[in-house]
């Protein structure tokens, strides 16, 4: 008698997507200390994850340079997910990459059934291509436009006029990361609180009325002595 | 004065868990009532958005529910007056219900949460609009009425109103064309929230078909299934498992189906549902007239509340809507 009636019951996932930027001018330390951040914040998502037993963290990643491309294509599961260092290429193509993104916030291939996903960006250049077409094909899809989005600007070169038009909320700011410290907490930082805040209810119109999003990003430490 | 036919009783049966994870249920729920014309069965479901810029959206959907109940007393009582009292003609009462009872409806949640803003908030708490407290209480509901004339629900934001047909036919009627991805809703905290509030209207001509079933859901119970379809088997297994068991055995179950379902959902989950168990003796009830056809009609609310309403795929035309200010015109 027990046994509840109806078809299966399944958690939503939550499609967390980072989109990094691989350009020369990553080189070096950045890019090392990126790879290391990204990497040490993988079990805090895992944690996220598991204090939200009801929803089920799928990662992907892109990176883009002279070209765009997927470095993990297929969603993973936060419990199977391991980070593979990313290499530096050449320009700094975020229109691509958002064009390429945008595919996958189509319905289908992202189910209806799901929580918002969230979109990570990290970049610490100018882009060179038409990143206004790739932001208009991710705004034209129906889970592009209800994304979770985050953006770190990577030292003093990052076009933070870009990473606010991308983030599409006056009310948010790019994340400022100008030293390895300041990565490595915008790092973690996006890594859960998007998480959570994409987890949560909301009213549909509250964009009108809230002055505090869930996901503000926090005022980080600047004391460290390595200053990109 | 004419009667009806052998009038639909309803039995009752709720429950609702709380959300993993979560520190509140902020859920919601009333039942009262037996669907006679003395004792209108009444329903409602509430769901505090929670999260926290919805800081006492627990106590939103309790006021929806207490607010939703009055009025769908006051609805029940225009639709099936005492004594000797004349009921109004069914065009009126359907344009009550759509226009006139959620703006009521809006605007008492609204005093209410302002109220309850004025009299708890210290003077520490930093200054906000009276939009910016009303989105501290943001609350979804799903609310319906069934008399022996009459079976009308309404719903704002998520959750289902969920029918089953006398021939075993599972509707949801209030489902939006598009549902809301992610888990946004709209909302009683929303700029005028009573346009947004879509509405079901059903008169009753044929008591023998009356719906067998009718439940009110929160979506922590729909968003559990991997599929739409998941959540209406669900249904039509509940109203299965009611024919063929019986109401205390599913009463039995229902806490363990809900906290399953939770913990699929995350969401607190809730259900109130009433269904058919016997006839009773025929009562005093409406005038003789055509009444608008039977059946699902559901339709939400045009921009404008006054004046009359404006036709809609699924709502039954009324005889007239000439003249909707005279609630005891002739139908």
């Given at each position: 008698m027990s046994d509840i009636p109806g078809g299966p019951m399944m958690n939503r996932p939550v499609h967390f997507i980072w989109l990094i930027d691989c350009s020369y001018?990553?080189?070096?330390?950045k890019i090392g200390q990126l790879n290391y951040a990204i990497r040490e914040a993988v079990p805090e998502m895992l944690s996220v994850a598991q204090d939200n037993p009801a929803a089920q963290l799928l990662l992907r990643t892109m990176t883009f340079s002279t070209t765009a491309r997927w470095h993990h294509k297929d969603p993973v599961p936060v419990e199977q997910f391991t980070w593979q260092d990313v290499q530096v290429d050449g320009m700094t193509n975020l229109g691509e990459a958002l064009q390429l993104a945008a595919r996958e916030l189509d319905t289908p291939p992202m189910p209806?059934?799901?929580l918002k996903p969230v979109l990570a960006l990290v970049s610490d250049g100018v882009p060179t291509d038409d990143w206004k077409a790739g932001l208009r094909a991710v705004d034209a899809t129906p889970w592009g436009r209800k994304a979770v989005r985050v953006a770190i600007a990577i030292?003093?070169?990052?076009?933070r006029n870009v990473l606010q038009e991308f983030l599409g909320n006056p009310e948010l700011q790019p994340l400022d990361a100008n030293s390895p410290k300041q990565l490595a907490a915008a790092i973690r930082w996006a890594s859960t609180a998007a998480v959570k805040a994409a987890s949560q209810p909301v009213a549909g119109f509250a964009d009108v009325t809230v002055?505090?999003?869930?996901?503000?990003?926090p005022v980080l430490d600047d004391d460290d002595d390595d200053v990109w | 004065m004419r009667t009806h036919g052998p009038l639909p009783l309803w039995d009752t049966l709720h429950g609702s868990v709380q959300g993993v994870?979560?520190?509140?249920?902020?859920d919601h729920y009333d039942v009262e009532g037996l669907?006679?014309?003395g004792q209108p069965l009444i329903m409602a479901v509430a769901d505090g958005h929670g999260s926290a810029v919805h800081a006492r959206s627990h106590l939103g959907s309790r006021f929806a529910v207490d607010l939703f109940v009055q009025q769908a007393r006051q609805f029940a009582a225009l639709a099936e007056p005492r004594g000797e009292l004349r009921p109004p003609s069914l065009a009126w009462l359907m344009n009550y219900a759509q226009y006139t009872l959620p703006r009521q409806l809006v605007s008492a949640w609204q005093e209410k949460a302002l109220g309850h803003w004025a009299r708890t908030s210290?003077?520490?708490?930093p200054a906000l609009s009276p939009p910016d407290k009303l989105v501290l209480y943001g609350s979804t509901l799903v609310g319906a009425v069934l008399t022996p004339r009459v079976f009308a629900a309404w719903q704002l934001g998520d959750g289902e109103l969920t029918v089953v047909t006398d021939d075993g036919q599972v509707t949801?009627?209030?489902?939006?064309?598009e549902a809301d991805l992610g888990d946004e809703t709209e909302s009683l905290?929303?700029?005028?929230?009573w346009l947004r509030v879509r509405t079901h209207w059903a008169p009753v001509t044929t008591p023998a078909r009356a719906p067998r079933l009718v439940s009110l859901t929160t979506d922590g119970l729909s968003k559990s299934f991997a599929s739409d379809s998941g959540f209406r088997q669900f249904m039509a297994g509940l109203d299965d498992r009611l024919s063929a068991e019986g109401a205390e055995c599913v009463r039995a179950v229902l806490p363990e189906w809900l906290a399953k379902a939770s913990q699929h959902s995350g969401d607190d989950t809730t259900l109130v549902a009433a269904w058919h168990t016997a006839t009773a003796p025929a009562g005093p009830a409406a005038p003789a007239g055509p009444a608008a056809p039977a059946g699902p009609a559901g339709a939400a609310a045009p921009?404008?509340?006054?004046g009359p309403p404006e036709p809609a795929a699924r709502t039954p035309e009324p005889a007239d809507i000439s003249d909707m200010t005279d609630p005891y015109r002739s139908e």
């Open positions: 001018s990553m080189q070096g330390e209806q059934r799901a030292g003093a070169d990052a076009d002055k505090q999003p869930p996901y503000a990003p | 994870n979560k520190t509140r249920n902020q669907g006679s014309a210290s003077h520490e708490e949801v009627p209030l489902a939006p064309d905290c929303s700029p005028q929230a921009a404008e509340p006054a």
